[in-house]
């Protein structure tokens, strides 16, 4: 190992860091260096993880330690599973730094937001790169912080309720977390990630203190994951701005909560002690009751942002059920569909944002038509759509394909169910979008319409959700190419949580 | 070089010199401003000397005029003391820049020889070795705190100063009451022969009684803060930074000193240690609720105070069994929550100057108008709500260890309680500094070198949460906390 690999980490997570400090610096019209700045920083991230990803497939190993307290250390460590979710962020916060920049174009506070914005991305990274519990959560808890500013952005009353119902249930997640990682460490006397858990050397006095702590962390995990009853601030946080909302669903926030259960039940419990805990089941019927709840509210929304919404709350769940099941085939279901969701749900986020800022639409009920005004974004939404929906060759269809086989591996039929139910409620709630808005004549005025000449809107709104949707159709037509998702989670599966 | 920075009394500089500066102010008021931030400068040196001579050598010792402990005056300095002088040093000048620009020049020349006072009485208070030196010291303190309070002389203040000088002089009193019996039982003032001598007797207890309710008083634990807000809300900002950051410190630092040498070995587990922390659990949460309850700011910060001050006492019941990381935890947290309360305060002062009003509802696009004053006091309160990264998450992991390893569930659920509780009052006021208030109001022009002091000293309780390794080792010269455990 030479002394570089041990620096790495640290700068995957300082090329956010530092954009972002100097942004806040900046006065609102000092635009270009803004935008180089950003773009700059996404553009040295995303060197740096390929390296990094072509480094771990070699056997490399990446690990930044520094001294937090006399026994415990900040570990930041590139291992297999950190890379997949590092990715992700790293490719998506390109993609949306480009969206943000012509979407906030002329709107007050650039500066602050480009600068929170920055500091959301590295408090995203530094949750994947965490290499034990309590990195996790000093990264758990600087993505609450620097969110806030986002979700109250726009300054308005109902914002600063918003941002106040966010706090409300992520500071009690927060909370449940330390109050379980300090247990945890009283007990074991480490928080190191380990493949298949580091308490299995505990004796059977300690177990009903494990599964205490168990939920406690899936409790603080479970606020951001939007599990239910967890979920509340989820369809309020939507007053913010579309790229925040974009962020939120698709890589910051709900999946900082889902990648943290993957790391509880694999990394700090180890799959095989949990299942003996008996505590795998349980979470389980959790998560497949979110699954069917939040497609259940999705259905009776009119709002678009409140209805995609609800079917983040759902379709978050599908990773931890995948993680619940408990088997290499439903754990590599999960692993995929952390990427897969993301790509596909910030294709649909940004695409309600281009219709809002294009043509004002804000509801289901006024997309009478839009397809023919905005073909393009809408080509992306149906792309997203029907990934959603599970239907093949795209991304989704994937995720669903390995966690009903997983499923039944497990000997766990009912998931197929499930499964089956929410599919049938997805296609039931976007079916009608995806109707209307290619099917019915448009309606004489948009409500707020904006000309952008011969394009249907600004380029810089228009690449971005055109780009994921067709990452999203990639990642199912040629899953089984190397370095796609699915061989990544394979990877995974195969060398950390079900070593032969 | 190095021996001669060395052989330097670091320690006696760090007295005489604010005591002179002081007096040269209090004669020539036209020096006061540029005297005081000097001397203020000055003193940060002079601690990282000190701090210098005590890793090379161990803990200082420095006997004034040559007469050593029973007859003459020594000067003493472990780590702990280093770490009550720093937190000093970094607080008093970070005030200190921030008041050039808040005080008129008529307030400015009291300011700054009262200030400088304090300041000189502050560190010998750190410096001292026996608990007669302490009282002197204490009395200082408590009389230049009280006439720091009644600066601006309305109508307000001087009833909240007059509040605080009864609590003060009755605190030092019972404080002197308790030194004289154990004068008058063991024959010495000084408290290493002290330790040597003390038996658990009749007049122990009554020496316990009287000098731990007279610094419990001064310390503003539960039920005895009832002097703390108004005398914390109605000073001048910089004078409540103050206050909150280390003159309250400054008796728990006395009480910390004793229990840890005299006291604690001694009636340890005889139940003293159990009902301070139940004073400090009764105080995390009654000073929340409290500050939750206000609707303007300063009151609200000062209630945060007495929350925040129960936190220290909750690591006396724990440290029995864990002496080590109960104690860390507690002077990690009054050193976090120095820097970080200073901030808050001078946050205060930024927005009373800005909007003439500091009413928490009516606070008027804070964040677009002053972001550096609305940086400060967000990242305070990552620290006062015990948030990673900051110094006050360092200090509250050491304490939720020390309660989960022994099981005392009671303190726990108060320690997680009070971080909800703080969570929901700062961030009432930051949901408020995003929002446009009812009536615009014209702002008035804020002084860069005030936005900055505040968010300076708040980036330092930020900063404290990746120190601790170096910090606590420091902390650990004297060796003064495993001695506390309980003697078998």
């Known amino acids: 190992m030479n002394s570089w690999d041990a620096w790495i980490p640290l700068l995957v997570v300082a090329s956010s860091l530092l954009p972002g400090l100097v942004i806040f610096t900046l006065s609102e019209d000092k635009m270009r260096l803004r935008t180089v700045l950003n773009l700059l920083g996404a553009l040295v991230k995303l060197i740096l ?21 006399p026994d415990l250390e900040l570990v930041l460590r590139a291992g297999p599973l950190a890379l997949l979710f590092v990715s992700l962020s790293t490719v998506l916060w390109l993609v949306t730094t480009v969206y943000t920049i012509g979407y906030l174009e002329g709107s007050p506070h650039r500066s602050r937001f480009f600068g929170f914005f920055s500091l959301c991305v590295t408090a995203t990274v530094g949750v994947a790169l965490a290499g034990n519990l309590i990195t996790f959560l000093l990264f758990y808890e600087l993505l609450t912080l620097t969110t806030y500013p986002l979700i109250v952005h726009r300054g308005t009353e109902e914002a600063r309720r918003a941002g106040q119902t966010y706090l409300a249930y992520t500071i009690f997640g927060g909370a449940m977390l330390l109050l379980g990682t300090v247990w945890l460490y009283t007990l074991t006397g480490t928080l190191e990630f380990t493949p298949k858990g580091f308490v299995s050397g505990l004796t059977e006095v300690h177990h009903p203190a494990l599964v205490i702590i168990f939920a406690l962390l899936i409790a603080g995990f479970g606020v951001k994951a939007a599990l239910v009853p967890l979920h509340g601030w989820l369809p309020q946080a939507m007053v913010a701005p579309a790229p925040v909302s974009a962020l939120l669903h698709a890589v910051a926030v709900v999946k900082a909560g889902a990648f943290g259960i993957v790391r509880v039940v694999y990394d700090v419990f ?10 795998t089941g349980p979470l389980a019927a959790v998560a497949a009751v979110t699954i069917i709840y939040g497609s259940l509210r999705a259905l009776f929304q009119d709002d678009l942002k409140r209805r995609l919404a609800f079917s983040t709350v759902s379709q978050v769940s599908y990773i931890v059920l995948g993680v619940a ?3 290499p085939v439903a754990t590599i279901g999960a692993l995929v569909h952390i990427v897969h969701q993301g790509l596909m749900k910030i294709t649909l986020f940004f695409c309600a944002g281009n219709l809002a800022e294009t043509l004002g639409i804000h509801k289901v009920s006024e997309m009478n038509g839009v397809g023919r005004r905005m073909p393009w974004s809408m080509a992306a939404f149906t792309v997203g759509a029907f990934g959603m929906i599970g239907a093949p060759p795209i991304a989704g269809f994937i995720s669903k394909w390995y966690l009903g086989l997983g499923a039944l591996e497990a000997g766990q039929a009912w998931v197929i169910f499930v499964l089956a139910a929410s599919s049938l409620l997805n296609a039931a709630y976007f079916l009608p979008i995806l109707h209307r808005a290619w099917f019915r004549e448009p309606p004489d005025a948009w409500p707020d319409e904006h000309d952008f000449g011969r394009k249907e809107t600004a380029w810089m709104l228009l690449l971005p959700p055109v780009a994921t949707a067709l990452l999203a159709l990639a990642a199912g037509l040629v899953a089984s190419a190397p370095f796609s998702p699915l061989d990544w989670a394979n990877l995974i599966t195969a060398r950390e949580f079900y070593r032969p | 070089m190095a021996t001669i920075f060395l052989a330097i009394p670091w320690g ?5 010199l604010p005591l002179a500066t002081g007096m040269i102010c209090f004669l020539w008021p036209k020096l006061a401003k540029i005297l005081g931030v000097m001397t203020t400068f000055a003193i940060v040196p002079s601690v990282v000397g000190l701090g210098w001579q005590i890793a090379s050598n161990g803990v200082y010792r420095y006997a004034i005029g040559g007469w050593s402990a029973p007859l003459g005056i020594e000067l003493y300095a472990d780590g702990l003391s280093l770490l009550m002088l720093a937190a000093t040093a970094l607080v008093g000048f970070g005030v200190s820049v921030y008041s050039v620009a808040y005080f008129e020049r008529a307030a400015a ?3 700054w020889p009262i200030w400088l006072f304090l300041l000189a009485a502050l560190n010998a208070l750190f410096l001292s070795a026996d608990i007669f030196n302490l009282y002197v010291t204490l009395e200082l303190m408590g009389l230049a705190a009280v006439a720091l309070t009644a600066l601006t002389g309305s109508k307000e203040a001087l009833t909240g100063a007059m509040r605080y000088l009864l609590a003060t002089l009755l605190g030092s009193l019972s404080y002197l009451f308790g030194v004289a019996l154990l004068y008058l039982s063991y024959g010495s003032v000084d408290i290493a022969i002290l330790a040597t001598r003390v038996i658990a007797s009749p007049a122990v207890w009554a020496a316990l009684g009287l000098m731990g309710a007279g610094l419990l008083l001064k310390t503003a634990l539960f039920p005895l803060h009832f002097w703390l807000p108004p005398a914390h809300a109605s000073a001048p900002a910089p004078v409540s930074a103050l206050l909150s950051a280390l003159v309250v410190k400054a008796s728990f630092y006395i009480l910390l000193r004793l229990w840890l040498t005299i006291f604690g070995p001694l009636v340890g587990g005889e139940g003293v240690d159990t009902l301070l922390g139940l004073l400090g659990a009764a105080a995390v949460l009654w000073g929340s609720f409290q500050a939750l309850r206000q609707t303007r700011l300063k009151l609200l910060v000062a209630y945060s105070t007495v929350a925040q001050v129960g936190y220290l006492f909750l690591a006396f019941p724990l440290a029995a069994a864990a ?6 935890a507690a002077v990690y947290l009054a050193l976090s929550h120095a820097l970080a309360k200073a901030a808050m305060f001078l946050v205060a002062g930024n927005l009373l100057r800005f909007g003439g009003h500091d009413r928490i509802a009516d606070l008027d696009r804070v964040v677009q108008r002053l972001p550096l004053t609305a940086g400060a006091f967000a990242l305070a309160s990552v620290s006062i709500m015990g948030l990673p990264p900051s110094g006050g998450f360092i200090g509250k992991w050491l304490l ?3 309660a ?8 726990v659920a108060v320690m997680i309680l009070g971080g909800l509780l703080a969570a929901t009052y700062v961030f009432k006021v930051l949901g408020h500094t995003f929002t446009q208030a009812d009536v615009p109001h014209e702002p008035n022009l804020v002084p860069a070198s005030m936005e900055w002091a505040a968010l300076l000293l708040a980036l330092g309780a930020v900063l404290l949460g990746f120190l601790a390794s170096p910090v606590l080792a420091l902390v650990g010269i004297g060796d003064v906390f495993s001695a506390s455990e309980v003697r078998p």
Not at chain 1, 49 to 68: C, D, K, P, Q, S
Not at chain 2, 323 to 328: H, K
């Open chain 1, 270 to 279: 180890g799959v095989e002690s949990a299942a003996g805990l008996g505590v």
């Open chain 2, 323 to 328: 002496g080590v990381t109960a104690w860390s």
């Open chain 2, 400 to 402: 939720l260890e020390a």
């Open chain 2, 12 to 16: 006696v500089i760090l007295i005489l």
């Open chain 1, 49 to 69: 993880v390929g390296w990094m990803i072509w480094g771990v497939y070699h056997g490399h190993h990446y690990e930044t330690r520094l001294a937090l307290l």
């Open chain 1, 325 to 327: 099941i408990v088997g």
């Open chain 2, 404 to 411: 989960l390893a022994q099981g005392r569930w009671g303190l």
């Open chain 2, 109 to 111: 020349v009291r300011f």
